[in-house]
């Protein structure tokens, strides 16, 4: 693709309304519409937090009638919708945010004046699951109003300067340390394609009159071996040897994901895959002849930006952030465990001469062993995890104050005492860091 251009004069003073601006693609769309001159407001779920300048309230799952979107729309000459859910949880369904809100705001478009509409789809077919067909459906029923929209369909879509769910696990499996993991054999056919390309199709398309629909890939497929490594030369992670993990074994992966609800892979991603998500043969020439743009290899993007000792952590801590996180729910609850079955005896002997006798120590063991178990069932279930592990560090810094300076006799225990806590306070300001996933 050619250089990124300057702003252009075109777009100065018009206002471009992008719904899923807060994601990880809708970041680098963001970005690219304001290289164009764009003004650009981001609809995006508030979550309890005060919206910047440039946001807007929007609830997709409760947007569904022209109304809902009409105040969204003062002022804006053009939308973009790069909004989208993997899969279905917490009250939020793919016809909700797929076909109905998007539909929804188009039809307020209409009713507004608003002068372009684009579209971010996915590439698949409807078979792939609920995720690909919604997602299309919604495409055909832009196409049948009277409003300028155009449909752009991308496969894998990556970045160099970041990733975010199944592009993490992918660079993860490319970056182990000293193997490569490779799902299946590795021979299924992607045409990925770098988000900052993306970005650069979608702000031409914001100020163009061209609709339709339209694939969206690098220049050729390639190979998900070849994929994987090109990113493990490019992390520089020493070790060419290559683990294919059986089919099967994914697949039971992914089953056990999606019946639990969480992890970056569900069945619709894995059918898209094993079947191959590439373009049309004519997808590039489409894009060259309507847009001007030609999407960069994967080699090219790679190129354009060496890798940082940062990329290596990303990758190589990727495993390493749930198992942390599950060592430490462990860790908590047999220290509850230990709170409710340590003998009586044994606390008050240890207690014995300290100013923890004129404590209760028994009930403040039991007691301790109750905080105990709330925090690690807290963590496990996954709800603000900062705010648990936030909860964890200033409980084990109380105990390891109040217990150090009471009981100093601890900190020579020869199986290390209170001297653990001195690597385990460090461990959960890690674990704090790595809660955060986007």
């Known amino acids: 693709m050619e250089p990124l251009p ?3 004069p075109d777009n100065v003073g018009r206002t471009v309304l992008v719904v899923g601006g807060a994601g990880f693609i809708g970041g680098y769309l963001v970005a690219a519409l304001r290289r164009h001159g764009w003004n650009v407001l981001r609809a995006v779920r508030p979550k309890g937090r005060a919206l910047s300048d440039d946001e807007r309230a929007c609830d997709l799952q409760a947007m569904v009638r022209l109304e809902d979107w009409l105040p969204l729309l003062d002022g804006v000459d053009a939308v973009v919708n790069a909004a989208g859910i993997l899969r279905e949880e917490g009250g939020q369904t793919f016809e909700a945010i797929h076909v109905e809100a998007p539909f929804a705001l188009a039809q307020a478009c209409l009713a507004r004046g608003v002068g ?10 409807p078979e792939d699951g609920p995720f690909i067909a919604s997602k299309h459906r919604f495409d055909e029923r832009l196409g049948g109003l009277a409003l300028s929209s155009v449909v752009l369909r991308p496969s894998v879509v990556y970045s160099v300067s970041g990733s975010y769910g199944g592009t993490s696990l992918l660079r993860a499996l490319a970056g182990f340390p000293g193997v490569q993991w490779l799902p299946g054999d590795g021979r299924w056919q992607v045409q990925p394609l770098a988000a900052e390309d993306l970005g650069e199709l979608v702000a031409r398309a914001a100020s ?3 609709t339709g629909i339209y694939d969206v890939g690098g220049p050729a497929p390639l190979s998900l071996r070849d994929y994987q490594g090109q990113w493990r030369r490019w992390l520089r992670v020493p070790g060419a040897r290559v683990v294919a993990v059986p089919e099967a074994a994914v697949s039971l992966a992914v089953t056990v994901m ?16 094993r079947r191959g998500n590439t373009a049309g043969p004519d997808a590039g020439e489409r894009l060259a002849a309507d847009f001007g743009i030609r999407p960069r290899t994967l080699e090219d993007a790679l190129a354009s930006a060496p890798s ?3 990329d290596r952590w990303q990758a190589e801590l990727y495993f390493l952030a749930p198992a942390l996180r599950w060592s430490v729910v462990a860790l908590w609850l047999l220290s509850a465990l230990a709170g409710f079955l340590t003998p009586a005896a044994d606390i008050l002997r240890l207690s014995s001469g300290t100013p923890l006798d004129a404590m209760d120590p028994v009930l403040l063991a039991r007691g301790g062993g109750v905080a105990d178990l709330m925090l690690g069932l807290w963590l496990a279930s996954g709800r603000r995890p900062r705010a648990a592990v936030s909860a964890m560090l200033l409980l084990l810094l109380a105990y390891t104050l109040v217990l150090g300076i009471a009981v100093p006799a601890l900190w020579w225990d020869p199986l290390g005492g209170l001297a653990k806590n001195l690597g385990l306070l460090p461990t959960l300001a890690v674990l704090w860091v790595l809660t955060e996933r986007r």
């Open 308 to 310: 940082q000792v940062q």
């Open 116 to 125: 372009r509409f684009v579209q971010v789809s996915a590439l698949g077919l």
């Open 258 to 273: 999606e019946a639990l609800g969480r992890g970056p892979v569900g069945r619709t991603m894995w059918r898209m895959l």
């Open 208 to 210: 163009g009159t061209v």
């Open 6 to 8: 300057q702003a252009s």
